[in-house]
T-cell receptor, first 114, second 115 residues
Framework: AQSVTQLGSHVSVSEGALVLLRCNYS??????LFWYVQYPNQGLQLLLK??????LVKGINGFEAEFKKSETSFHLTKPSAHMSDAAEYFC????????????FGRGTSLIVHP | DAGITQSPRHKVTETGTPVTLRCHQT?????MYWYRQDPGHGLRLIHY???????DKGEVSDGYSVSRSKTEDFLLTLESATSSQTSVYFC??????????????FGQGTRLTVV
Protein backbone atom coordinates (compact mmCIF):
# COMPACT_ATOMS: atom_id res chain seq x y z
CA ALA A 1 0.00 0.00 0.00
CA GLN A 2 1.19 3.48 -0.77
CA SER A 3 1.68 6.13 1.88
CA VAL A 4 3.52 9.38 2.57
CA THR A 5 5.04 10.69 5.76
CA GLN A 6 5.50 14.38 6.32
CA LEU A 7 8.10 15.10 8.96
CA GLY A 8 7.07 17.95 11.21
CA SER A 9 3.51 19.14 11.64
CA HIS A 10 4.75 22.73 11.91
CA VAL A 11 7.75 24.46 10.35
CA SER A 12 8.65 28.00 11.32
CA VAL A 13 10.98 30.21 9.26
CA SER A 14 11.86 33.87 9.02
CA GLU A 15 10.93 35.86 5.95
CA GLY A 16 13.74 35.49 3.42
CA ALA A 17 14.99 32.20 4.85
CA LEU A 18 15.10 28.84 3.11
CA VAL A 19 11.94 26.76 3.26
CA LEU A 20 12.32 22.97 3.52
CA LEU A 21 9.29 20.73 3.96
CA ARG A 22 9.99 17.02 4.14
CA CYS A 23 8.07 14.17 2.54
CA ASN A 24 8.99 10.50 2.39
CA TYR A 25 6.95 7.99 0.48
CA SER A 26 6.32 4.28 0.58
CA UNK A 27 5.34 2.58 -2.63
CA UNK A 28 5.94 -0.76 -4.27
CA UNK A 29 6.71 0.88 -7.60
CA UNK A 30 8.07 4.29 -8.58
CA UNK A 31 5.17 6.54 -7.70
CA UNK A 32 3.66 9.76 -8.89
CA LEU A 33 4.14 12.44 -6.23
CA PHE A 34 2.43 15.75 -5.64
CA TRP A 35 2.64 18.77 -3.38
CA TYR A 36 -0.49 20.76 -2.66
CA VAL A 37 -0.97 24.01 -0.75
CA GLN A 38 -3.99 25.04 1.28
CA TYR A 39 -4.52 28.65 2.30
CA PRO A 40 -6.87 29.37 5.23
CA ASN A 41 -10.50 28.50 4.56
CA GLN A 42 -9.78 27.29 1.05
CA GLY A 43 -9.45 24.02 -0.78
CA LEU A 44 -6.16 22.49 -1.87
CA GLN A 45 -4.39 23.56 -5.03
CA LEU A 46 -1.53 21.91 -6.84
CA LEU A 47 1.98 23.30 -6.34
CA LEU A 48 3.89 20.76 -8.42
CA LYS A 49 4.00 17.10 -9.40
CA UNK A 50 6.55 14.43 -10.23
CA UNK A 51 5.65 12.02 -13.00
CA UNK A 52 9.09 10.53 -13.82
CA UNK A 53 9.98 13.02 -16.56
CA UNK A 54 12.59 14.86 -14.47
CA UNK A 55 13.74 14.39 -10.89
CA LEU A 56 13.83 18.14 -10.15
CA VAL A 57 10.39 19.60 -10.50
CA LYS A 58 9.61 23.30 -10.50
CA GLY A 59 6.24 24.53 -9.37
CA ILE A 60 4.35 27.73 -8.82
CA ASN A 61 5.36 30.57 -6.50
CA GLY A 62 9.08 29.66 -6.64
CA PHE A 63 8.73 26.22 -5.06
CA GLU A 64 10.56 23.16 -6.30
CA ALA A 65 10.98 19.55 -5.22
CA GLU A 66 13.48 16.83 -5.96
CA PHE A 67 12.62 13.16 -6.32
CA LYS A 68 15.29 10.96 -4.72
CA LYS A 69 14.58 7.30 -5.24
CA SER A 70 17.49 6.14 -3.05
CA GLU A 71 16.07 8.12 -0.13
CA THR A 72 12.37 7.61 -1.04
CA SER A 73 11.97 11.34 -0.58
CA PHE A 74 10.27 14.26 -2.32
CA HIS A 75 11.14 17.29 -0.21
CA LEU A 76 9.73 20.71 -1.05
CA THR A 77 12.00 23.76 -1.02
CA LYS A 78 11.93 27.47 -1.69
CA PRO A 79 15.08 29.60 -1.46
CA SER A 80 13.48 32.61 0.18
CA ALA A 81 10.27 32.54 2.20
CA HIS A 82 7.63 35.21 1.81
CA MET A 83 4.89 36.08 4.25
CA SER A 84 2.33 34.96 1.67
CA ASP A 85 3.78 31.41 1.78
CA ALA A 86 2.21 30.83 5.19
CA ALA A 87 -0.19 27.95 4.61
CA GLU A 88 -0.72 24.21 5.05
CA TYR A 89 1.25 21.99 2.69
CA PHE A 90 0.33 18.44 1.77
CA CYS A 91 2.39 15.77 0.10
CA UNK A 92 0.45 13.13 -1.84
CA UNK A 93 1.27 9.90 -3.66
CA UNK A 94 -0.44 8.04 -6.44
CA UNK A 95 0.70 4.50 -7.11
CA UNK A 96 0.80 3.44 -10.78
CA UNK A 97 0.71 -0.17 -9.61
CA UNK A 98 -2.36 0.38 -7.49
CA UNK A 99 -5.68 2.17 -7.62
CA UNK A 100 -4.31 5.61 -8.61
CA UNK A 101 -6.37 7.17 -5.83
CA UNK A 102 -4.22 9.91 -4.27
CA UNK A 103 -3.15 9.33 -0.68
CA PHE A 104 -2.27 12.39 1.36
CA GLY A 105 0.14 13.02 4.19
CA ARG A 106 -0.94 14.67 7.42
CA GLY A 107 0.20 18.09 6.32
CA THR A 108 2.81 20.60 7.45
CA SER A 109 1.85 24.07 8.57
CA LEU A 110 4.38 26.66 7.39
CA ILE A 111 4.70 29.69 9.64
CA VAL A 112 6.61 32.69 8.33
CA HIS A 113 7.88 35.30 10.77
CA PRO A 114 8.63 38.86 9.69
CA ASP B 1 -10.10 27.32 -11.60
CA ALA B 2 -11.78 23.96 -11.95
CA GLY B 3 -15.56 24.20 -11.73
CA ILE B 4 -16.34 22.46 -8.46
CA THR B 5 -19.08 23.66 -6.16
CA GLN B 6 -19.80 22.23 -2.73
CA SER B 7 -23.03 22.91 -0.90
CA PRO B 8 -23.70 23.85 1.75
CA ARG B 9 -20.47 25.58 2.78
CA HIS B 10 -21.39 25.49 6.45
CA LYS B 11 -23.85 23.37 8.36
CA VAL B 12 -24.71 22.74 11.98
CA THR B 13 -26.82 19.68 12.67
CA GLU B 14 -27.96 17.65 15.63
CA THR B 15 -26.74 14.20 16.57
CA GLY B 16 -28.79 11.48 14.98
CA THR B 17 -30.08 13.47 12.03
CA PRO B 18 -29.28 12.59 8.41
CA VAL B 19 -27.17 15.04 6.45
CA THR B 20 -26.40 15.23 2.73
CA LEU B 21 -23.53 17.19 1.22
CA ARG B 22 -23.45 17.92 -2.48
CA CYS B 23 -20.57 18.23 -4.90
CA HIS B 24 -21.23 19.55 -8.38
CA GLN B 25 -18.63 19.74 -11.18
CA THR B 26 -18.71 21.34 -14.60
CA UNK B 27 -15.47 19.70 -15.87
CA UNK B 28 -16.91 16.34 -16.95
CA UNK B 29 -14.15 14.56 -15.00
CA UNK B 30 -14.62 10.86 -14.47
CA UNK B 31 -13.33 10.53 -10.92
CA MET B 32 -14.86 12.24 -7.90
CA TYR B 33 -13.75 11.92 -4.29
CA TRP B 34 -14.93 12.83 -0.82
CA TYR B 35 -12.27 13.51 1.82
CA ARG B 36 -12.52 14.68 5.38
CA GLN B 37 -9.90 16.92 6.93
CA ASP B 38 -9.17 16.79 10.65
CA PRO B 39 -6.28 18.28 12.65
CA GLY B 40 -3.43 15.82 12.92
CA HIS B 41 -4.92 13.48 10.32
CA GLY B 42 -4.58 15.41 7.11
CA LEU B 43 -7.02 14.35 4.41
CA ARG B 44 -8.60 10.92 4.60
CA LEU B 45 -10.59 9.37 1.81
CA ILE B 46 -14.22 8.55 2.62
CA HIS B 47 -15.60 7.33 -0.73
CA TYR B 48 -14.84 7.82 -4.37
CA UNK B 49 -16.58 7.35 -7.69
CA UNK B 50 -15.14 6.26 -11.02
CA UNK B 51 -18.32 6.77 -13.03
CA UNK B 52 -22.08 7.11 -12.85
CA UNK B 53 -23.37 4.65 -10.25
CA UNK B 54 -19.81 3.31 -9.75
CA UNK B 55 -18.52 4.00 -6.27
CA ASP B 56 -16.14 2.44 -3.77
CA LYS B 57 -15.12 2.85 -0.15
CA GLY B 58 -12.12 4.70 1.18
CA GLU B 59 -10.31 4.29 4.48
CA VAL B 60 -12.93 6.03 6.68
CA SER B 61 -16.24 5.03 5.06
CA ASP B 62 -18.14 3.82 8.15
CA GLY B 63 -21.23 5.94 8.76
CA TYR B 64 -21.18 7.45 5.26
CA SER B 65 -22.84 6.58 1.98
CA VAL B 66 -22.55 8.14 -1.46
CA SER B 67 -24.45 8.30 -4.69
CA ARG B 68 -23.67 9.43 -8.20
CA SER B 69 -26.64 9.42 -10.55
CA LYS B 70 -25.14 11.97 -12.95
CA THR B 71 -21.57 12.65 -14.04
CA GLU B 72 -21.63 16.10 -12.51
CA ASP B 73 -23.04 15.34 -9.07
CA PHE B 74 -21.61 13.32 -6.18
CA LEU B 75 -23.58 13.23 -2.94
CA LEU B 76 -22.25 12.31 0.49
CA THR B 77 -24.79 11.25 3.11
CA LEU B 78 -24.27 10.86 6.82
CA GLU B 79 -27.01 8.42 7.71
CA SER B 80 -27.18 9.42 11.38
CA ALA B 81 -24.74 12.16 12.25
CA THR B 82 -22.44 11.75 15.25
CA SER B 83 -20.10 14.23 16.94
CA SER B 84 -17.10 12.32 15.55
CA GLN B 85 -18.24 13.37 12.09
CA THR B 86 -17.67 17.02 12.87
CA SER B 87 -15.09 17.91 10.26
CA VAL B 88 -14.31 19.80 7.09
CA TYR B 89 -15.36 17.82 4.04
CA PHE B 90 -13.71 18.27 0.66
CA CYS B 91 -14.84 17.10 -2.71
CA UNK B 92 -12.20 16.55 -5.37
CA UNK B 93 -12.22 15.55 -9.02
CA UNK B 94 -9.64 14.20 -11.42
CA UNK B 95 -9.62 13.67 -15.14
CA UNK B 96 -8.90 9.97 -15.11
CA UNK B 97 -8.11 7.53 -12.36
CA UNK B 98 -6.31 5.26 -14.82
CA UNK B 99 -3.53 7.80 -15.08
CA UNK B 100 -2.07 8.41 -11.68
CA UNK B 101 -0.11 11.42 -12.88
CA UNK B 102 -3.21 13.58 -13.17
CA UNK B 103 -3.75 15.91 -10.26
CA UNK B 104 -6.91 16.31 -8.23
CA UNK B 105 -8.87 19.56 -8.14
CA PHE B 106 -10.58 20.50 -4.92
CA GLY B 107 -13.73 22.28 -3.92
CA GLN B 108 -13.82 24.97 -1.23
CA GLY B 109 -14.94 22.58 1.48
CA THR B 110 -17.97 22.16 3.73
CA ARG B 111 -17.58 22.77 7.44
CA LEU B 112 -19.95 20.43 9.28
CA THR B 113 -20.60 20.67 13.01
CA VAL B 114 -22.62 17.98 14.76
CA VAL B 115 -23.96 19.08 18.15
Amino acid sequence: AQSVTQLGSHVSVSEGALVLLRCNYSSSVPPYLFWYVQYPNQGLQLLLKYTSAATLVKGINGFEAEFKKSETSFHLTKPSAHMSDAAEYFCAVSDPGGSYIPTFGRGTSLIVHP
Amino acid sequence: DAGITQSPRHKVTETGTPVTLRCHQTENHRYMYWYRQDPGHGLRLIHYSYGVKDTDKGEVSDGYSVSRSKTEDFLLTLESATSSQTSVYFCAISESGTRGDTEAFFGQGTRLTVV
